[in-house]
């Protein structure tokens, strides 16, 4: 049975996703593309082979030639997006944030488990990442011992002039947030947060430093700056008791010139996580045939969101912030 996706949002990674279902997920087709702009939607549409390019989302939502649908609009539309998708029964790929606050995203929640099941998997791609997994694959074998520590750093070439440090906390953060929850398989419980004075009094962004403290007592140390400049680079080492493991950012190509010997920095995330997007949506595909869910949940996007909530608090107060997170309901533990 071919999957047919209604892809909502036709920008950066909407057309990004139209593109790797249309190519490279077996199983799965376009039934519909949705943007505020109907000219790029019928442009994604037409360079993808979607049946169909619309402005209306509850209309492929709601659509019953459509099995499932990926969420990549505007993040305040992808609460209410996401609970119309449950309500129709669909499942639903909601690209993160779930929300841009955790109170909307208990909306979802709450959504989630009237309907009974898990029908949310959230964009959180890196846990499909082939250098994360081979982390995850590592520490679960033992040899490691306990992690301690795990140093994150998530570096952009630039972000725009209106782009501030509390979006790098809520709006680029989270994936580190999220992928240290998974990699270490428990919660925060308290966040700090420090930032530089700004090199460059015409950003509103200043490069942000937070410590995250664990329940089982490890600490997570992010660094995120969104005007690093030099390319873009998402580094992580964690360190065990008995050794550390770091991640090593794919290399297509190595370069030896004029004395010189040289590799390329992608110029944005969807270079470096190719791999992260494409295993993740085979594995939502493969999911949605199985009734098994994979990926990031409902409440993984809370808790993410929720820790941002948190970060954000901690850069203006200066103080070390508490991370109470509720405990996860039934259907997600
Ligand atoms: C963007 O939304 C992403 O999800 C990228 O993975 C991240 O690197 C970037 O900082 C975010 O703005």
């Given amino acids: 049975m071919t999957i047919t996706i209604g892809i909502i949002g036709a920008g950066v990674m909407g057309a990004d996703h139209a593109k790797t279902i249309a190519t490279q997920v077996p199983g799965a087709q376009l ?11 019928k442009d994604v549409a037409a360079a993808t082979g979607a049946a169909t390019a619309t402005t209306d989302p509850l209309s492929v939502i709601n659509d019953p030639k459509i099995d499932a649908v990926v969420i990549a609009s505007p993040d305040a539309t ?3 997006l996401t609970i119309a998708s449950i309500r129709a029964g669909k499942p639903v790929l909601c690209e993160k944030p779930l929300a ?3 109170a909307d995203c ?14 949310v998997t959230v964009g959180f791609m890196r846990r499909f990442d082939p250098a994360y997994v081979a982390m995850k694959s590592a520490l679960s074998g033992g040899a490691y011992g306990r992690p301690m520590m795990f140093h994150c750093f ?12 509390e979006m790098v906390i809520t709006n680029s953060a989270p994936h580190e947030f999220d992928i240290a929850r998974f990699m270490l398989d428990t919660d925060y419980v308290a966040i700090t947060a420090f930032a530089p004075r700004a090199a460059d009094s015409a950003k509103k962004a200043t490069p942000v430093v937070m410590v995250l403290e664990t329940g089982a007592g490890q ?5 995120v700056n969104v005007d690093a400049a030099y390319g873009y680079d998402v580094r992580g080492e964690l360190v065990c008791q008995n050794g550390t493991i770091s991640l090593r950012s794919p290399v297509v190509a190595e370069s030896n010139l004029s004395l010189a010997q040289t590799t390329a920095y992608p110029a944005d ?11 993740e949506l085979q594995a939502w595909v493969g999911a949605i045939r199985s009734g098994k869910p994979v990926g990031a949940s409902a409440w993984d996007g809370y808790a993410a969101t929720h820790v941002a909530e948190a970060g954000v608090k901690a850069l203006a107060s200066g103080v070390r912030e508490q991370v109470n997170l509720a405990k996860a309901p039934k259907l997600y533990v």
């Fill in 31 to 41: 039934g519909a593309i949705c943007d505020a702009d109907l000219a790029r939607a």
């Fill in 100 to 102: 841009p606050t955790s």
């Fill in 106 to 119: 208990l909306t979802v929640i709450e959504a989630e488990q009237q309907a009974g099941r898990r029908l």
């Fill in 154 to 165: 998530h570096r952009n070439v630039s972000a725009p002039a209106w782009f501030t440090s």
């Fill in 269 to 279: 995330w969807r270079p470096r996580f190719a791999d992260a997007y494409r295993l």
């Fill in 78 to 80: 992808h609460a209410p």
């Fill in 219 to 223: 600490l997570v140390n992010i660094e």
